[in-house]
């Protein structure tokens, strides 16, 4: 019986996810594929139920749900637990379990650029469940102060007092997103875990950032039309950029260990990537738009 992996999500027309995953099944001679759940919130349950049938191997989940698989969840990681949210279910004998691959993919790129953000300050935009994985990455670094900037500061002071148990060493500080200015605070590092940019139409999320060749941009957005204003703005300022495309590949490795039990299929599932899209994906690249002939 054909298995099937999903992703659930409201608005998720635009995921580059089906095209990696079915190339990484037939490459892994897995008779599976991927499908889209793009539902409502009354609708959930029905997700929930795919996601537990017998040919299920599990979903990724993206916004506005990722705190609702950790309730739909009968067992949750130590990520799920230390971020509140969870980006995959995967089903077994003891029912869903929860993991947070977010947050292992946030981690293991910031652990590449340690020395550059161990001493330095770090500019956190959002307090949802992608802030949420990104303040548990930077705990295992860790920055030497974090500033969180939310447009809700209640949600901004939440994610303040989870950032401390996993980062006690950090001076962290919570201002509203509206007021952020580099100018008087300098930072090394500035992560976008807004959805702001995600629409060609959308506002810059940090728009008084100016970035420059001592600082990095991670942002988790991605459009694959091409890269959002900020990532454009800081490979411009010569800032090294991860960007959104570069995050789904990076949390696309540990997803698929997850879902299958197998190693992934890097090379395969990368060049399905940079079909879709017809660039590379930046991992800490000054240059947001290489081409497909431009890899190394």
């Known amino acids: 019986m054909p298995r099937i992996a999903y992703l659930v999500g409201k608005g998720v027309s635009h995921s580059l ?26 609708d959930l349950p029905l997700a929930a139920s795919a996601l537990r049938a017998p040919d299920s191997l599990g979903g ?12 739909v969840a009968d067992d949750v990681d ?51 469940g992608a802030a949420a994985a990104c303040a548990w990455a930077l705990g295992r ?4 102060e974090l500033i969180i900037a939310a447009r809700r500061p209640e949600a901004g002071r939440a994610l303040a007092r989870s950032a401390a148990e996993s ?37 810059d999320p940090l728009p008084s950032v100016a970035f420059s060749p001592s ?6 957005v991605y459009r694959r039309s091409g890269p959002t204003a900020i990532q454009i703005r800081a490979a411009a300022g010569g800032a090294l950029v991860v960007d959104g495309i570069g995050h789904l590949f990076q949390q696309a490795m540990p997803t698929f260990r997850h879902l299958t039990g197998q190693e992934p299929p890097h090379d395969v599932m990368l060049a399905a990537l940079v079909e879709v899209v017809g660039r590379q994906p930046a991992l800490w690249s000054a240059d947001t738009t290489r081409a497909p002939s431009d890899a190394d």
């Open 17 to 42: 996810s089906p095209p990696v995953y079915r190339a990484a099944f037939a490459a892994a001679d897995i008779d599976a594929h991927y499908e889209l759940l793009d539902v409502d919130e009354p």
């Open 60 to 71: 990724n989940v993206t916004m506005p749900y990722k705190c609702w698989a950790t309730e």
């Open 78 to 128: 130590e990520t799920v637990r230390a971020c509140g949210a969870a980006n995959l279910l995967v089903p077994g004998p003891s029912g869903l379990h929860a993991h947070n691959t977010d947050a292992l993919a946030i981690a293991e790129l910031l652990g590449t650029v340690r020395e550059r953000i161990s001493k330095g300050t770090v500019l956190l935009a959002g307090a949802g």
């Open 141 to 144: 670094v860790p920055p030497r």
């Open 167 to 203: 980062s006690p060493s950090t001076v962290i500080s919570v201002v509203e997103l509206a007021t952020v200015d580099t100018r008087t605070t300098p930072v090394d590092l500035v992560i976008n875990a807004t959805p702001l940019g995600m629409l060609t139409e959308d506002e």
């Open 215 to 220: 600082m990095l941009l991670y942002d988790l």
